[in-house]
């Protein structure tokens, strides 16, 4: 569905943001940039949306350049970014109405997205009276409105409470379940994990490692064990390797001498991973 070629952006101080990234997204697919602030994320996807020129490379979706076609890919997808830009002081439903007659969306339209993101009680209200949640909600709801093809998120829970997040992540799923391509971008190991099919980990404007959450985890990750047992009569932490045949041993030790407080294997997390390959931990 989308196929990014060898893109590369550098902003006016030649500083590389986006260094020769290549990569490709499946029909349906739920695909993940995960990285920290100044990756390239935002980057990439005003690259993938056709707002941001790309200083060399060629981005396609559904076989059309976004740079030779911009106004026909703009019908195939929908757009989520960090920054509102709704009209303040009219109702969420205006609002939808607004964008929803620059693409011919019916009545009957804008009342199904209304419902399926649950906006539909507060329809009315003007959307300055929003907290950042209900209005980041709004924003979704727009960017369906027309039945894109693809749907881009840029950093889509960013600065929300646990319980909108639940509901965003929610609302995410359900649109990959009705088949539509998304690409998301987070700086949240978590939503990483929990949402993609695929994720890119990025950093300083390079893909260092491209796969699911899974394989990413089990290939780059390793997994330890946390103990805490007595010695000299102090209970000592400590973290040792699972795949280990001295841990092995320290445990059937410190177990057969009854020493043995507490022990706890850690999975490998998408944080490991990021650390692991890149040197860096995730903000
Ligand atoms: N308009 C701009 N002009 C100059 N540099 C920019 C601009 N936008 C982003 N950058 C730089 O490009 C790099 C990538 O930024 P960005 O794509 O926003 O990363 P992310 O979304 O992963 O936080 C950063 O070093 C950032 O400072
Ligand atoms: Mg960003």
Known sequence: MIDV?????????????????????????????????????????????????????????????????????????????????????????????????????SNARIDEVLDSLQLLERQNDKVSSLSKGWKQRVLIARALLHQPKVLFLDEPTSGLDPNTTALIRGFINNFKQEGTTIVLTTHDMHEADELCDRVGIMCNGKLAALDDPSKLKSTHGKRELQVEYNRDGLAVKETWPVDDVETAKSVYQLMSSQQMISMHTKEASLGDVFAVLTGSELS
């Open 5 to 105: 070629k060898q893109v590369s952006k550098y902003y006016s101080n030649n500083k590389k943001a986006v260094d020769d990234l290549s990569f490709s997204v499946r029909q349906g697919e739920l695909f993940g940039f995960l990285g920290p602030n100044g990756a390239g994320k935002t980057t990439t996807i005003r690259m993938m949306i056709g707002l941001l020129q790309p200083t060399e490379g060629e981005i396609t979706i559904n076989n059309l350049s976004v740079q030779r076609n911009k106004k026909q890919v703009q019908e195939d997808i929908g757009v989520v970014f960090e920054l509102p830009n709704l009209y303040l002081r009219s109702s969420i439903r205006d609002n939808l109405k607004l964008f929803g007659d620059l693409h011919n969306v």
